[in-house]
């Protein structure tokens, strides 16, 4: 991964990384037939901080969802119908993506570690490259998959932070990850990453593999089910 | 009140499609149509991908359609012999419908297409029917009699397959029947509706069959086609969702009872003239989406 070598580097280069410990309030989210979205509380510290100015400290948070290829169109004007016609493929676009910050990205890191390290939309942007990335990313931002929220992630006390992440109703199923970059006066000085699961359970989760996994039983009994529905309600409010 | 579908994969109000799902059924039952020419663009502009509404509208179909089914066949007014003819067909259809939803979807043109096809047969029909139903109620107003049975068209000539329809009456080639069926099937499978508002007036115009047996039988043709088109849909695109086919069907069968009791106390022509603006009004919205400059011109999709 270029992400994870570009970060190996960069810890290379500094000299005495610190050693961030991260929890997730929950590394499970569970999604059953009431599931309206879901808020985890990301709590952190630094261990044994060795730095000098902990004032100059900055943290950011990355909730990360599975990448996945996608393929975008454009409506364009055909004989005045507005049909899909061109389309670009995106590789490793990540179904998901949150990003939290102690201060606003921009003062907190440059442009170039920024899309060294995938920081922010706009990294993602450039690092897909062209107009069907910028609507990629807009057309994810829109369905609450994509955000930024700058200066909401807390400090507790010395080296020690928080931070309250919302999914949304919308949430994709996957493997998660979830990031952690400690910033000293904009050169990254740890990091840390936890990973996070979001699974159907329960009803979800057999009416899920059953339709994926026995989709020849699973439409039998759809089709019995809706022949035995129709026959009840004739019976029920049979009125002869 | 929220409910997470699972295939879906996305929240839904549960009193929005219980309410689609009545609304629907009262129609149905008031008029003798499966209604999924109105379900699916309901459950579309409700916010469900285009695939999910068309695969479980078409198990609701089969859900609103077996009630009335069963009813005929009690009554005896249902020519199997001719319905399993018109569904052999229809599964021919259905599979091609199935088939080529799956490459239009894989090809990311799925949405536009079913669009125009809406669009196009939405606006057919109630176009048709709001002028049937103003011609009538003009003529009924002036004193004359419904004209219900225009002048029958010839029967096709002799082909090969010749067949016999005992309770339909009827002496002729198994061709026309199975293309009719597949045709529908085709229709059905693609767009999540039953065709009865096809095939009745095809068998009583085209193959003059008794409009007693007409409606009996197209209803058990309907539930063999669109049963097979269901779990066509379950297979191929996974595209069947049981929770939303639940809720859809609860209110389904309550809504097609009071439909079918409503049917003898309002009025036949002021009905389907509601109906007509109703359908000519879904399919003008479909029209508009296509033709007016999109606000967002982009648009995204997983990779199957």
């Known amino acids: 991964m270029i992400i994870e070598g570009a970060v190996g580097a960069l810890l290379l280069a500094t000299p005495a990384p610190e050693a961030l410990i991260l929890s997730l309030s929950s590394d499970t989210v569970e999604i059953e037939s009431n599931f309206t979205g879901a808020s985890i509380a990301v709590f952190g510290a630094i261990d044994g901080m060795t730095v000098a100015d902990p004032e100059a400290l900055e943290i950011v948070i990355v909730v990360r969802g599975p990448e996945e290829t996608v393929t975008v169109r454009r409506r364009e004007r055909v004989l005045g119908l507005w049909l899909n016609a061109a389309s670009r493929t995106l590789d490793d676009l990540p179904a998901f993506y949150s990003l939290h910050a102690s201060a606003p990205l921009g003062e907190i890191a440059d442009e170039a570690t920024r899309e060294a390290l995938g920081l922010g939309l706009d990294a993602i942007t450039v690092a897909l490259d062209g107009s069907f990335a910028e609507a990629a990313v807009r057309l994810r931002r829109e369905d609450n998959l994509f955000d930024e929220d700058e200066g909401n992630v807390e400090w507790l006390g010395a080296g020690v932070f928080r931070v309250g992440v919302e999914l949304p109703a919308n949430v994709p199923i996957g493997d998660y990850a979830v990031e952690a970059y400690l910033f000293d006066d904009g050169v990254v000085a740890g990091t840390a990453e936890r990973p996070l699961t979001v699974v159907k359970t329960g009803t979800e989760q057999f009416i899920a593999e059953a339709a994926f996994e026995q989709p020849w039983l699973y439409a039998i009994v759809m089709v019995s089910f809706a022949v035995a529905a129709g026959w009840l309600g004739g019976v029920i409010f049979r009125r002869d | ?304």
């Open chain 2, 1 to 304: 009140m929220q409910l997470y579908l699972p295939i879906a994969e996305i929240p839904i109000n549960v009193i929005l499609i219980v309410g689609i799902g009545a609304a629907i059924g009262f129609i149905s039952g008031l008029l003798g149509v499966s209604g999924g020419f109105l379900l699916t663009p309901l459950l579309i502009f409700a916010g469900i991908p285009t695939a999910i509404a068309v695969g479980t509208s078409a198990a609701q179909v089969v859900a609103s359609s077996s009630s009335a089914a069963l009813s005929y066949w009690r009554k005896g007014s249902v020519d199997f012999r001719l319905a399993f003819v018109l569904i052999a067909g229809g599964v021919v259809g259905s599979a091609v419908g199935v088939l080529s939803f799956r490459l239009l979807r894989e090809g990311g043109q799925l949405d536009v297409i079913i669009a125009i096809a809406y669009a196009v047969l939405l606006g057919g029909v109630g176009g048709t029917m709001l002028v049937e139903s103003i011609r009538s109620s003009l003529a009924v107003r002036r004193g004359r009699p419904e004209q219900l049975l225009r002048e029958p068209r010839r029967r096709p000539s002799r082909l090969p397959f010749q067949m016999r329809f005992p309770v339909a009456r009827l002496q002729i080639s198994a061709i026309p029947l199975v293309g009719l069926g597949f045709a529908i099937g085709l229709l059905g499978s693609f767009l999540g509706v039953g065709g009865g508002f096809l095939v009745v007036p095809a068998l009583i115009y085209f193959f003059r069959i008794s409009t007693s047996v007409v409606i009996g039988t197209s209803l058990v043709q309907i539930v063999g086609t669109m049963a097979v088109a269901t779990g066509l849909h379950a297979v191929a695109n996974h595209s069947v969702d049981a929770i939303l086919a639940i809720v859809l069907m609860t209110g389904g069968v309550v809504g097609a009872q009071f439909g079918a009791r409503s049917a003898s106390v309002l009025r036949g022509e002021t009905l389907r003239a509601l109906l007509a603006i109703l359908v000519l009004a879904v399919g003008v919205r479909f029209m508009v989406d296509l033709v007016a400059t999109p606000s967002e011109p982009y648009s995204i999709s997983e990779e199957a």
